[in-house]
């Protein structure tokens, strides 16, 4: 058996991270839920912590959410499993993405949006081309074929671990692929359903703004480790 944490970035999402957190448990599939609470200035912490799950803080920004999510994981933990804190991912595929790691022959599953069912109104065209563009570029660079930026993934820990990820914002996921399969990971992509957000607003695709910031952040993700020199690999 393969021990297995959940790891939710949650910023303001007072209305809906109970429910997440219940319906991640009711999987029973992880031993450790882990909800990082990015800023909040609503009671997102205190929900979260009701729905037992483990509460640790992090300053503003996506990825820093993601890595103190890592930080904190217990050292028992084989894999990880990310997703977000709106309800809109889809629990009850957690198996899908946990069985091939567990099983030995990925390393690295995540989901795609765009290949499942998207209850209309669940992401807006902007986020599927986005999607559908960078998994161009990634397959031109990397030769692996990705259809999403999906943040509802599993990765083996010791892997993530390797892949030296630091960015703080919304190119996390991104940087996550492309080191991935830069680093030569087992990679695997599976349809997975999506939702309208369960409550509160959206931070990116729901305000000109946020979407831009997201925009500008995941474009310079792709040009910065598209144009770094890859890490020498340690054959001691």
Known sequence: MSAVSVIIPALNEEEPIAGVVREVAATKIPADIIVVDNGSTDRTAERA?????????ALRGYGRACAAGVAALRPECDIVVFLDGDGSDCPEFMDQLVDPIAAGTHDFVIGSRTR??????????????????????????????YTDMCPFRAIRHDALERLGMREETYGWNLEMQMKAAR??????????????????????????????IAGTRIIATLLRIATERKPRMNTD
């Open 49 to 57: 912590r009701e729905a037992s799950a483990r509460v640790v803080k």
């Open 116 to 145: 499942g069912q998207r209850e209309p109104g669940s992401m807006n065209f902007q986020q599927i081309l986005a999607g559908r563009i960078a998994g161009l570029v990634l397959r031109l660079l990397y030769g692996v074929h």
């Open 183 to 212: 680093a030569g990971l087992r990679i695997l992509e599976i349809p997975v359903n999506h939702r309208r957000r369960a409550g509160g607003e959206s931070k990116v695709s729901g305000t000109v703004r946020g979407t831009f």
